[in-house]
């Protein structure tokens, strides 16, 4: 039978509570016996301590105490331990009694009235003082092993009757308290649960209330991240999926266009119409290759010839290349470079692709008139950056500007090729190094800076 985590609960606070009750009732009963006895003995002290002062206050001594506690009993009966025992003089519990200077006023074992007991004896008494000064001295018998007598029995019984009932109670109580704790604690477990079942049977995206900060609560909020994180990887991979199908079917149409016209006689193949041809498989090409790129790097079989080099070496390899296609567009190229002497270990071809991207970026998004500048510095790490002056990020699109097929603007972005996996590529190549790539910017119309940071390599 599969138990519910309801039962499971209800049953653990009901375990809990029978071993706290039966630790509470062996330890009363183990302690019960000797409180009885001790409550006793301390009537007997109360009692004979009163009379003692009542008789001290009367007489100016402890003389003839005796005959005044007892009453009728003979000199004879007093020397008799046995009779002081027995009923109606009820002095269980005590050995005997010796005034302030250790004369014995009520024998014990061992001494008669009138004997001298050693101070090392009475002195482990209980004092009996009236005005601040001690009179006599009570002998408490330390092992207390005397019956008690019925209404002290049925005291004793009550008291056991009464730790049963209240053991009654409080499983009772701990039964109920369980089903209501339950409840509280599965009330979030179940909404979890139905949550959890909807987003299986497709219905990704999921709310549920967080109604405290503790561990379920951590594990409410967790759950509510995770749903709003494969929700929007939904809706980028649906919107992946239209991209794709855009950038691939636009190509096929202009080319399956261009062979229908030459099948049909209506067009004569010129070198006009294989530049318009060949730059439509050149795109298809590269899309495809980005793809490739990114399952490489996602499945970790993409090679990486490092190697020891200047990171400087990389800006100036970037700048001869795209120099000229700067200044074609009416936009400044600046190389700026840190001299100081570092060497960075990383895959050139790599890098090189990278730095490509971001400047091709760069240069895509700069108006006429404006500036990229490639710079290196020189810290704890190396800092290669790209900057430029064009249409900046918005701070709403900062935090996604790395992940693929993302669109700042789909009607900037929306042209052959520009599916949004530049970047995306550029972030699995450095991660794939040990490279860390990130953006910045001021927001829209303040330019935007992308900024990788490398180890520098110890060993050169």
Partial sequence: MKKSLRLKLIVSYLAVAFFTILAVIAVIRLTSDQSIRQMVVDRQVESLSTALTTYYREKGSLKGF?????????????????????????????????????????????????????????????????????????????????????????????????????????????????????????????RLTEASVSMAGGKIRQQVPVSSTDEIGQLTASFNTMSEELSRVESQRMQMTADITHDLSTPLQIISGYIELLENGELELNKNHLDIIR????????????????????????????????????????????????????????LEIDDTQAFIKVDEGRMIQILKNLVENALRHTPDGGQVTLSSKVAQTVELSVSDTGQGIDAADLPFIFDRFYQVDKARTGGKGKMGLGLAICQALAEAQGVKLRAESEGLGKGSRFILSIPIDKKE
Avoid: C
């Avoid at 090409?285 to 200047?310: C, F, K, M, W, Y």
């Fill in 279 to 334: 730059t439509e498989l050149e795109h298809l090409h590269r899309l495809v290759g980005d793809l490739t790129t990114l399952s490489q790097v996602d499945a970790g079989g993409i090679e990486l010839v490092e190697e020891v080099i200047n990171p400087n070496s990389l800006l100036e390899n970037i700048w001869n290349t795209y120099e000229l296609m700067a200044q074609k567009a009416g936009i400044t190229l600046k």
């Fill in 66 to 190: 005796q005959r005044y506690y007892f009453g009728f009993l003979t000199v004879q009966q007093y020397q008799n331990p046995r009779i002081l025992s027995d009923k109606p003089y009820d002095l269980r519990g005590l050995r005997g009694l010796v005034d302030n200077n250790g004369e014995v006023l009520l024998p014990f074992s061992g001494y008669r009235i009138g004997d001298q007991v050693p101070s090392r004896i009475f002195l482990e008494g209980e004092s009996v003082k009236l005005d601040g000064e001690t009179i006599a001295w009570i002998i408490i018998d330390k092992e207390r092993e005397f019956a008690l007598n019925p209404e002290e029995e049925r005291f004793q019984e009550r008291i056991n009757l009464a730790i049963a009932w209240g053991s009654a109670a409080g499983m009772v109580l701990a039964v109920l308290i369980g089903v209501l704790l339950a409840g509280n604690v599965l009330k979030p477990i179940r």
